[in-house]
């Protein structure tokens, strides 16, 4: 008789650290670490054009068994997405079979990519499909796949629960489709919590940022060093520390930026931390100030609040929508010059009041970040499905 297949919770990720790229944001890790119980099977997807380059092996190179490795064929731009999509979910399913595994649910995190994979694997196994919602990549195929709608319309009408990772974009996913809101849960990436509220004093006009300066465009910063050349003009002894990795050709192109603007002795340019490092250094700044383009969420922003340090965020993207009830922000267009400016002034006008306001704060601001609340309920889910 064959034996019964062993029951999982099967995750698709793109952005997960895996043997093809080591890499990757920690933000979907550090959910399946939290949602401890069940046995996970995390499918850790990285595309490559070259079909030759095809491959998968277990683990993460890092000694974690939950996780394959799978490198999938895929062409630049999203083109035949839904077929190199198909693929992957063909892939998977004879993985799962040569294993004995059966998944209890699918959950795919990224909608509109992942999300294809996961729809056709929860079909065929009959399991619940749950995806995460990340506006930066959704947002992308919204805009330049229009044909892709009635396909992504079928695949929320199936899914079981929808996890906003990004709380602004539901009201754009609201306008594109027909979502049922009983299904609909905000879901924070999880942050590291620091044991205790920050002590001491932080050193006075001093911000930080903190970006991949490969990116450092998406991330805001070709215009927050042109606004904080403007708010110089109030505030001499502001300074900024650029906290982050890049490449020799985009750190030089950075370091040029700088002294093209004159702003040498207001600018330091760090360089890459380990995370541990960051939040010990968090507490010393008097704002973080990361005003980026179509971002998902954000971690940085979150760990920034709980080291008790005012932050300057994009309206519409990123944390936004996850800290409205925060007094001790600011958002800024990330388009405009003169708005970050402005913002970067009134972080700075504010910045002792606002660290008061998140000290008496911080515990609110921790439960809203709180990562027990949202593992319970996602357990119960689960376990609904067991």
Excluded at 59 to 72: K, L, T
Aim: glycine letters at 6%; hydrophobic letters at 50%; aromatic letters at 8%.
């Amino acid at each position: 008789m064959k034996p019964a297949a062993s029951p999982v919770v099967l995750h698709l990720a793109v952005d997960y650290p895996n043997l093809y790229r080591p890499e990757n944001t920690l933000a979907v890790r550090n959910f399946v670490d939290a949602a401890a119980g069940p046995q996970h099977l995390v499918v850790a997807l990285t595309r490559s054009a070259n079909p030759f380059a095809v491959a998968a092996a277990d683990g993460d190179g890092q000694g974690d068994a939950r996780i394959v490795s799978m490198r999938y064929w895929g062409l630049p731009f999203g083109l035949l997405l839904a077929l190199s999509m198909f693929i992957v979910a063909l892939r998977v399913r004879l993985l799962l079979a040569r294993r004995g595994l059966r998944p209890l649910i699918v959950h795919a995190h990224k909608f509109s990519f992942e999300g294809l994979a996961g729809w056709w694997l929860a079909r065929w196994a009959r399991v619940p499909l749950v995806l995460s919602v990340r506006g930066e990549a959704e947002s992308k195929v919204l805009r330049y796949k229009p044909l892709y709608r009635p396909l992504l319309q079928r695949v929320l009408r199936d899914a079981a629960r929808i996890y906003y990772v990004s709380a602004w974009f539901r009201p754009l996913m609201r306008r594109h489709f027909r979502v049922a809101e009983a299904a609909e849960r905000l879901l924070p990436n999880f942050v590291a919590r620091p044991a205790a509220a920050a002590v001491g004093v932080p050193h006075i006009d001093r911000l930080v940022t903190v970006l991949d300066l490969n990116v450092y465009r998406k991330k805001g910063l070709d215009r927050l060093l042109p606004a904080l050349l403007a708010c110089r003009e109030r505030y001499p002894r502001v300074h900024l520390d650029i906290v982050g990795r890049g490449s020799v050709d985009a750190t030089a192109e950075v370091r040029h930026l700088i002294e093209r603007l004159g702003l040498d002795a207001q600018v330091s340019l760090i360089g890459p931390l380990s995370h541990a490092e960051l939040l010990a250094r968090l507490p010393s700044y008097a704002g973080l100030v990361l005003p980026s383009h179509n971002e998902t969420f954000g971690m940085v922003y979150v760990e920034a609040l709980l080291a008790c340090v005012p932050i300057l965020h994009s309206r519409g993207t990123g944390i936004d929508g996850f800290v409205d009830f925060v007094d001790a922000r600011v958002a800024v267009d990330p388009t405009d010059v003169a708005a970050i400016a402005a913002g970067l002034e009134r972080l700075l006008a504010q910045q002792g009041a606002w660290r008061e306001w998140l000290k008496a704060h911080r515990a609110e601001v921790a439960a809203e970040f709180d990562q027990r609340r949202y593992v319970v309920e996602y357990l119960e889910l689960v376990g609904q499905c067991a």
